[in-house]
Nanobody, 125 residues
Framework: QVQLVESGGGLVQAGGSLRLSCTASGRTFSSYAMAWFRQAPGKERERVAAKSWSAGISSYADSVKGRFTISRDNAKTTMYLQMNSLKPEDTAVYYC??????????????????WGQGTQVTVSS
């Protein structure tokens, strides 16, 4: 079992930056592939970034490529999403998710077994 807790959301002006954190419980953190999803009001939850650390492969939604970076610190059992050049359309609740790392990048929401509670990101124009 893995418990995930997000933090770092908030209100930021367009063009600004935020770094989201996702802290995990459990001693097998390094065994998990992880991802960030987001859900805006009235929209489906969408994958923002995902990574298989065993394969060393990341994937990003086209809308965030070049602006967002997924990373993690195994010693701190924490994953991060660095978000730069934020736009009003990035406004959403951001969720972190985890699944056993099978060596491939998985972008499908249903494939993830563990989820955090979400953190709100609001970008003002």
């Amino acid at each position: 079992q893995v418990q995930l807790v997000e933090s770092g959301g908030g209100l930021v002006q367009a063009g600004g930056s935020l770094r989201l954190s996702c802290t995990a419980s459990g001693r097998t953190f390094s065994s998990y592939a992880m991802a960030w999803f987001r859900q805006a009001p009235g929209k489906e939850r969408e994958r923002v970034a995902a990574k298989s650390w065993s394969a060393g492969i990341s994937s990003y939604a086209d809308s965030v490529k070049g602006r967002f970076t997924i990373s993690r610190d195994n010693a701190k059992t924490t994953m991060y999403l660095q978000m730069n050049s934020l736009k009003p359309e990035d406004t959403a609740v951001y969720y972190c998710a985890a699944r056993y790392d099978s060596g491939i990048v998985v972008n499908t929401r249903s494939a993830y077994d563990y989820w955090g509670q979400g953190t709100q990101v609001t970008v003002s124009s």
